[in-house]
C-alpha cells in the first residue's frame, strides 16, 4: 500500500520562509509526477506546483518566483520550499502523487493524495 506522507506546514509571519515535504512509501511501483495542491475552505484545491520524475516543473502563477519544487527519486520524496510567504498563501497544501504501479497487471497509473498540512500565514 502506497501512502503519502507530509510535513514541514505550519504557522509563519509573512514575509517568512517554510519547506514542506512528501515521502511515498511502499514498493512496486515509479514516480511519473509528485505535486502540491492547496486548498482554503470553501474554494477549490488549486496546483501549487507539479515536478515529473525527469525535473520538468509546472508553477501556479501565483507563485512562480517565489516556491521552488524539487524531487529526490531516490527517496521518492518531494520538496517544496516556500519564500516570501503572503497571507493569501494560508491553506491545506497537499501532496499529491502520479505513481506507475508495477504490482497491477498490466502496469498502471495511480494517483495518491497526503492528508494535508496546514499553512498560516500571518500578516
Known amino acids: 500500500q502506497v501512502q503519502l506522507v507530509e510535513s514541514g506546514g505550519g504557522l509563519v509571519q509573512a514575509g517568512g520562509s517554510l519547506r514542506l515535504s512528501c515521502a511515498a512509501s511502499?514498493?512496486?511501483?515509479?514516480?511519473?509526477?509528485m505535486g502540491w495542491y492547496r486548498q482554503d475552505p470553501g474554494k477549490r484545491r488549486e496546483l501549487v506546483a507539479a515536478i515529473t520524475s525527469g525535473g520538468s516543473t509546472n508553477y501556479a502563477d501565483s507563485v512562480k518566483g517565489r516556491f521552488t519544487i524539487s524531487i529526490d527519486n531516490a527517496f521518492n520524496t518531494v520538496y517544496m520550499q516556500m519564500h516570501s510567504l503572503k497571507p493569501e498563501d494560508t491553506a491545506v497544501y497537499y501532496c499529491?502523487?502520479?505513481?506507475?504501479?508495477?504490482?497491477?497487471?498490466?502496469?498502471?497509473?495511480?494517483?495518491?493524495w497526503g492528508q494535508g498540512t496546514q499553512v498560516t500565514v500571518s500578516s
Open positions: 499529491n502523487a502520479l505513481l506507475l504501479d508495477y504490482r497491477s497487471s498490466p502496469p498502471s497509473d495511480y494517483d495518491y
Open positions: 511502499g514498493s512496486g511501483f515509479s514516480i511519473k509526477t
